[in-house]
């Protein structure tokens, strides 16, 4: 008997029995303009009402073949929960923020209706109404930003990184910065633990110490001790998600008690396997830029194919991809997956 989507992602996830199949996995966004125009949705509404967002999700299962649905498309839901303003975008501009609260990087002011504020609400009711309709079909996979995250759209992301390359000299200035992570935690616990008692099976937390902005050590002195608090007091699995060449920090993200780590085709599928695979289960690699935005089905099929030899153990695009992404490329994933190992 074959096994369901949701079977074959989650036992990926876990460790368990490998499938017939590797499953296709969405642990960032595949909004795209076919897909939207497919479900009837388009931005800002997906971002901001709960019936949009769990249909365009829906589709992604529905009209793409992915094996999860994931209903949130931005990276901005807590930034907007603590007070940073947010330009939504539209059908063809993603979310950014126009003004931050915390410049000066605190204190922090948590609401106690954190999980009643709108950009909040909308991504549990939306997983809530997806439980109802896909039921175990199809693994439901939410996603939440980390301390850091928050942090540069909270505090402006050139502005916090000067802040936290300046600490190294000042210790009034590090303080600072730990406490402002340190406040934010709780947001990240928060969230990612109401987004699974909504009816979440996986969640992703985004966190983007990504190479060309934070060092290794960097990543090390402030975030691998908050991420293995973090995922020690989520009660789900969790995949983590940095953007970039991190292939010098791969061994810690390792360390940090998450289920699997999501990465970027430019660390080499192989080398990734070979190095944490026996440690860490391992989502991705498919470039988002030249082969899903320029490329041809045949190319995203040989890198699929590519990624499915390598051991990759749920196969997904690297990132959030362009709105213009054709959907015929997305389902490229999805044909190279089906003829199996």
């Known amino acids: 008997m074959k096994s369901t989507p949701r079977n074959l992602f989650m036992s990926a996830l876990l460790g368990g029995r490998r ?3 590797p499953p296709v996995g969405n642990p960032t966004s ?3 303009h076919d897909l939207m125009d497919a479900a009837g949705v388009s931005f800002p509404e997906a971002h901001l009402e709960a019936e949009a967002m769990a249909r365009l999700a829906l589709a992604g299962h529905q009209v793409a073949g992915f094996d999860v649905v994931m209903p949130e498309y931005s990276v901005l839901q807590e930034a907007a929960a603590l007070g940073s303003e947010v330009n939504w975008g ?14 000066d990087l605190g204190p922090i002011e948590v609401p106690e209706n954190l999980l009643e504020k709108p950009s909040i609400k909308v991504v549990l009711d939306a997983i809530s109404i997806l439980r109802r309709q896909v039921g175990d079909r199809a693994a439901i996979v939410g996603k939440v930003m980390g301390p850091w995250t928050i942090s540069y759209h909270t505090a402006g992301v050139q ?6 390359g300046k600490a190294g000299r000042d210790p009034e200035r590090k303080a600072k910065v730990e406490r402002m992570l340190d406040a934010l935690m709780p947001v990240t616990i928060a969230h990612a633990n109401a987004q699974f008692r909504a009816g979440a099976d996986a969640v992703v937390l985004a966190d983007h110490a990504t190479g060309n902005l934070v060092s290794p050590k960097t990543y090390e002195e402030y975030l691998l001790k908050r991420h293995q608090i973090v995922t020690r007091e989520i009660g789900g699995p969790m995949i983590l998600h940095v953007c970039g060449d991190c292939r010098d920090r791969v061994e810690l993200f390792s360390q940090a008690g998450f289920d699997a780590y ?8 192989k080398k990734v396997v070979e190095q944490v695979g026996e440690r860490i289960s391992l989502v991705g690699c498919i470039s988002c830029a030249q082969e899903l935005f320029s490329g041809t089905p045949e190319q995203v099929y040989e890198q699929a194919r590519y990624a499915i030899a390598a051991g990759v153990d749920i196969i997904a695009p690297e990132c959030a991809i362009a709105l213009e992404t054709p959907l015929a490329n997305l389902k490229a994933i999805v044909a190279a997956a089906a003829e199996g190992y």
């Open 19 to 21: 499938g017939e199949r």
């Open 30 to 32: 595949i909004a795209c």
């Open 90 to 103: 539209h059908c063809d501009m993603m979310p950014d923020t126009s003004q931050v609260p915390y410049a």
């Open 159 to 164: 502005n916090f990184l000067l802040q936290v």
């Open 262 to 269: 999501h990465f970027e085709w430019i660390l080499d599928a």
